[in-house]
């Protein structure tokens, strides 16, 4: 079974920083992965994408020039590097997975077959 889990998250002032990490089950870090957000009331929303060996990334339009994504696959771990933070930026973030052999990023949740649990990012203005 596939398992992902996120760490990283918690409460900071605007303009503070946080990164995220992703733990992957081993076997299952040879694809593409994925961070994607959701907060209060709105719909969960693509935030970033990485390939299967960290040679292309893709930002969405709302954390372009604030957020980065990396991977380390000798520790199975994905980051997502948060800095210059918004209240906006709120929300529970998700790390995902493509399916073992889908190498390439996608920004469309629906191509993302694992799951973490989510954690918390707390932005005070």
């Known amino acids: 079974q596939v398992q992902l889990v996120e760490s990283g998250g918690g409460s900071v002032q605007a303009g503070g920083s946080l990164r995220l990490s992703c733990a992957a089950s081993?076997?299952?870090?040879?694809?593409?992965m994925g961070w994607f957000r959701q907060a209060p009331g709105k719909e969960r929303e693509f935030v970033a994408a990485?390939?299967?060996?960290?040679?292309?990334?893709y930002l969405g339009d709302s954390v372009k020039g604030r957020f980065t994504i990396s991977r380390d696959n000798a520790k199975n771990t994905v980051y997502l590097q948060m800095n210059t933070l918004r209240p906006e930026d709120t929300a529970v973030y998700y790390c995902?997975?493509?399916?073992?052999?889908?190498?390439?990023?996608?920004?469309?949740?629906?191509?993302?077959?694992?799951w973490g649990q989510g954690t918390q990012v707390t932005v005070s203005s």
């Open positions: 995902a997975a493509r399916a073992a052999w889908e190498l390439y990023m996608t920004t469309e949740e629906s191509k993302y077959d694992y």
């Open positions: 990485i390939n299967w060996n960290g040679g292309s990334t």
């Open positions: 081993e076997g299952t870090f040879s694809s593409a």
